[in-house]
């Protein structure tokens, strides 16, 4: 039995063998398992940022056409007011010299304020002595200076709109904001791998199907150039914000005073009323010409003929009156829809009388960009996605840089890569939606902050390129481009 005991000695030594390759072998599968893992999360990460980066370059394009937009506006509304200026410098010139024409007992401070008193009022009175007596030439000096210095503004404005079109058209031209892009996740990717192999962003559908990346915009599709007649839009845009200068939309007045005794007595036995209207206003005529008008004219009632005839005769005596137009010199828009205030129809004299005079250097509207899909019912969302490759040689697993790769007979365990790289893809959305007014306040209506600010829940404020509120995010679920 001794013997036979000698004889069994080393048999375990063989199971252990076994056991020991197959837990190197399950060491290996956990090292590549784990080496795998780590190499596709790290990736999947890196796609995440590219894409948000692409993102964030397409959401500050559009932003960038807001503010371009919302700039072009503002010449707009500048040339606006300095028509308006221009008009009134006018209106003001002639109204100093007329008046002593119109309003005789002006001249006269003993007939003049008590005249006042009764027919208009004293603080007319006193204007009109005082205007008559020792400010003509200067009033008329100071409408002529204010009108010339209006002009000179026009020539920065167009030059101011140039490089705002130039730069538009750089940022939209074929291959421009595409190559950025690419040139940008490309880094991105390349800063996230520093030290540890090559990445390639190997593809990025922004684009529309079949299109190189050399030849397209990257917003194509989404955004379209507005010209020529397809400018009503920036013509509502601007309209509304030149009118919310008062000044712009009318400049508007009436006093009146019952016809004096024993003057023009008929029509004080029929309760007639003397005026002085003033009325003037701007307006953007068609799409290519801001016009300004500004007239007042003294309203008188005087008898009728003979003794027997108790009508009362209404005449209009202008005082004062002035025009201005911003237009390019080829364009004389049809005027006769113009309102100005009310200047033409209601005092129609002065605004005969008024001498038209045009600003040539002017353009018009300017082209500009808008979303391509204006219907108010959808939100604008731009979507895209990114594919990030990474070579199998280029990972550390068994079949890339590890140390096992350099050890032929510990790597029998090839890693099966498809087509030899790994890939990971990742999509991302631009989005429309103003920021919360209260950061972190729930009442402000985290879906709807329009409606919020509005106090009305069932409206919204749709997207457009006339509000820098667009945004970027990480689509939740991504299919393969």
């Not at 701007?282 to 003294?298: P, R």
């Not at 996605?385 to 090839?414: D, E, H, K, M, W």
Request: charged letters at 20%; aromatic letters at 10%; hydrophobic letters at 40%.
């Amino acid at each position: 039995m001794h013997r036979g005991s000698q004889f069994q000695r080393g048999q375990a030594l063989i199971y252990g063998i076994f056991v020991l390759m197959g837990g190197l072998t399950a060491l290996f599968f956990l090292f590549n398992t784990g080496q795998l893992s780590s190499e596709k999360t790290k990736l999947v990460n890196t796609a995440d940022a590219v894409a948000y980066s692409a993102g964030v370059m397409q959401a500050r394009a559009l932003n960038f056409d807001a503010y371009s937009n919302r700039a072009l506006v503002a010449n707009e509304v500048l040339v606006a007011q300095m028509v308006s200026l221009s008009s009134w410098g006018q209106y003001v010139s002639t109204h100093a010299d007329n008046l002593t024409r119109e309003f005789p007992d002006c001249r006269n401070p003993v007939i003049a304020i008590p005249a006042a008193l009764y027919n208009y009022d004293l603080l007319y009175g006193i204007f009109c002595f005082a205007t008559t007596s020792f400010g003509v030439g200067a009033i008329d000096l100071a409408g002529r200076t204010v009108t010339t210095g209006a002009a000179a503004v026009i020539i920065p404005v167009e030059a101011s709109k140039r490089a705002i079109l130039s730069s538009q058209a750089l940022l939209h031209a074929p291959a421009y904001l595409q190559n950025a892009s690419l040139r940008v996740m490309q880094e991105v990717a390349d800063r996230n791998y520093a030290g540890d192999g090559a990445v390639t962003v190997a593809a990025f559908t922004g684009l529309p199907s079949g299109a190189s990346p050399a030849a397209t915009d990257v917003l194509n599709g989404f955004t379209t150039q507005y010209a020529d007649a397809a400018r009503l839009r920036f013509a509502e845009v601007a309209k509304l914000a030149a009118y919310s200068d008062d000044f712009v939309r009318e400049r508007n007045w009436t006093s009146e005073a019952l016809v004096s005794p024993p003057h023009e007595w008929k029509c004080v036995w029929r309760n007639k009323k003397n005026s002085v209207k003033r009325r003037g206003g701007t307006e953007l005529i068609n799409l290519d010409e801001w016009k300004a008008e500004d007239t007042e004219s003294s309203w008188r009632f005087t008898n009728g003929g003979g003794l027997l005839n108790t009508r009362c005769n209404l005449t209009e005596h202008p005082i004062g009156y002035g025009e201005q137009q911003a237009r390019p010199s080829e364009m004389d828009q049809d005027e006769s829809g113009a309102q100005l205030g009310g200047s033409p129809g209601t005092n129609p004299r002065a605004s005969g009388a008024a001498s038209s005079s045009a600003w040539t250097a002017y353009t018009g509207l300017p082209s500009f960009y808008d979303l391509s899909d204006l219907d108010p019912t959808r939100n604008p969302v731009m979507q895209f996605r990114v594919r990030l490759t990474r070579s199998a040689a280029g990972t550390r697993t068994s079949a890339g840089t590890s140390a096992i790769a350099s050890t032929p007979r510990l790597n029998n365990f090839q890693n099966n890569f498809a087509d030899g790289v790994m890939t990971a893809v990742a999509g991302g959305e631009v989005f429309f939606e103003r920021p919360l007014t209260v950061p972190n306040d729930p009442s402000q209506g985290n879906d709807n902050q329009y409606a919020a600010k509005t106090g009305s829940p069932d409206r919204r404020e749709i997207g457009s390129l006339f509000n820098p509120y667009w945004q970027v995010r990480l689509m939740q679920k991504v299919s393969p481009p």
